[in-house]
């Protein structure tokens, strides 16, 4: 879980930069319309940030005691 937690991480901050941007042109509803939102920006980020907390707070790779 902890992989897929730092590629959702990635995969939102990749999306918030391209909707601070504007430089995708596909879907309107995604704020990828080739115009910068701010409100959709916000949201990936803040979504890219929980996901990686739950990267860090993860235990699956503890070392054993």
Not at 14 to 20: E, G, H, K, R, V
């Amino acid at each position: 879980m902890k992989a897929l937690a730092i590629v959702l991480g990635i995969i939102f901050v990749i999306a918030a930069i391209c909707t601070a941007t504007g430089v995708l042109h596909f879907s309107h509803a995604l704020g990828f319309d080739g115009k910068p939102h701010t409100k959709h920006t916000i949201l990936y980020a803040i979504i890219a940030v929980l996901c990686f907390l739950w990267a860090r707070m993860s235990t699956e790779n503890a070392p054993a005691r």
